[in-house]
């Protein structure tokens, strides 16, 4: 027996779903497979009909948009007025949507100079588990009023309630950036590296599994040399720069996760530059890709379908580390490692879900792979 899937029209649609079933999940664009894989009982509701902005005003640099938006559109809608969304979401080539890039809490590279996702979602509306519509935050960026709901959707999984609606503040994007990239040639000489480069107004700091360092700058042609200098001077190293058609192309290639198998497990944890290298050190580098974000602040694993991640859960709950599935087939909760702050969330969503419609966060259902 498989999932009943259905696809509303409407907000008030997904209102009288969530008042008629005893278990749902919410589906956006697909790209985050493991969020939303339950028992045959739930019922997934896919949002992507719930879509389009609803109201941008580009000199407020606010925009809100309905939870089933895809990044993409929004993306495209920002850069038509030389605007963005500064935590610079991945995965908007696959589809991902405004509501499930919140519900996962993902940033991309922009977040290691601007900050990540919690930091720009000031207002939301969701259904919460009896069928009532409520709003958390505002469309304006000084907003004091209430729960603080926007920051507690971050990560929330799908657990707190249906996203309907979101407001983000956005940003000027630069005209033009630079890419400068070198190999290194150990942990110990990134874990080095890493924390040096605050001084130098970055972009984006990523570090691959072979070690390849990938820095992102806003291009300013007068202070390019004397940048480039600086960045050498620290590293030690001469970088490769790429500029024009192709330099955007380095960072789709790593916010649509190119460098892992679509079909692989991928998991985040948040990390430091220390924390990151102490779990790499333990982890067979012939099972594991990794990437490493933000400047070190996020690690994503990827595997095979087939391994077990049994040894990866008790090796990050070792580090103190919690980790989120986000794709594969997943044998319990997606949340993986350390479990911190669980009693609360769950009081929060019980107040929210009485009735138990969503998943819980201590879900333990058995899924097919």
């Known amino acids: 027996m498989s999932q009943e899937i259905t696809a509303p029209d409407s907000v008030q649609e997904l209102v009288d779903l969530v008042k008629s079933h005893s278990s ?10 493991s969020l939303f894989q339950s028992d045959d009982s739930t019922t997934i509701l896919d949002t992507r009909k719930i879509s389009g902005i609803v109201e941008y005003q580009p000199s407020e640099y606010v925009i809100t948009a309905a939870a089933g938006t895809t990044l993409s559109e ?15 979401p991945p995965l908007a080539s696959e589809g991902a ?8 809490g993902l940033s991309g590279p922009g977040a290691y100079r601007y900050g990540p996702i919690k930091d720009f979602i000031i207002g939301v509306r969701f259904i919460d588990g009896l069928g009532n519509q409520v709003r958390g935050g505002g469309k304006v960026v000084k907003n004091a009023a209430g729960f603080d709901f926007p920051k507690l959707f971050n990560g929330s999984m799908g657990r707190l309630g249906i996203l309907t609606e979101l407001s983000f503040k956005v940003f000027p994007e630069p005209q033009a950036y630079v890419t400068l990239q070198t190999p290194i040639e ?3 000489e990134a874990a080095r590296i890493l924390p040096s480069l605050k001084g130098f107004d970055l972009e984006g700091v990523e570090l691959s599994s072979e070690l390849m360092l990938s820095l992102r700058l806003g291009y300013q042609e007068p202070t390019m040399n004397s940048r480039k200098k ?10 490769e720069i790429t500029l024009g058609e192709q330099e ?3 960072w789709q290639q790593i916010k649509s996760f190119s460098w892992l198998n679509s079909e692989n497990k991928l998991f985040k944890t948040a990390t430091t530059p220390e924390s990151a290298f102490n779990l790499l050190r333990d982890l067979d580098p012939l099972i594991w890709r990794t990437y490493l974000t933000n400047g070190g602040k996020t690690l994503y694993l990827g595997c095979e379908v087939s391994t077990d991640t049994d040894l990866l859960d008790s090796t990050l709950t070792e580090h103190n580390l919690t980790g989120l599935q ?16 669980l009693n609360f969330i769950e009081r929060i969503q019980s107040a929210l879900d009485p009735k138990g419609v969503f998943l819980p966060f201590s879900h333990s259902t058995q899924v097919p792979a």
Do not use: H, M, W
Request: hydrophobic share 35%; net charge positive; aromatic share 4%.
């Open 74 to 88: 929004v993306i495209e809608a920002l850069k038509a007025n030389g605007q963005y969304l500064p935590f610079d």
């Open 230 to 239: 600086g960045l050498e001077s620290l590293t030690g190293k001469p970088l």
């Open 326 to 341: 986000l794709r594969g087939p997943v044998k319990s909760c997606p949340l993986i490692g350390k479990r911190s702050g």
């Open 248 to 250: 955007p192309q380095v």
């Open 24 to 33: 749902i999940v919410a589906c956006g664009g697909g790209s985050k497979t």
């Open 186 to 188: 150990s942990f110990d």
């Open 97 to 104: 949507t405004l509501g499930g890039t919140l519900a996962a």
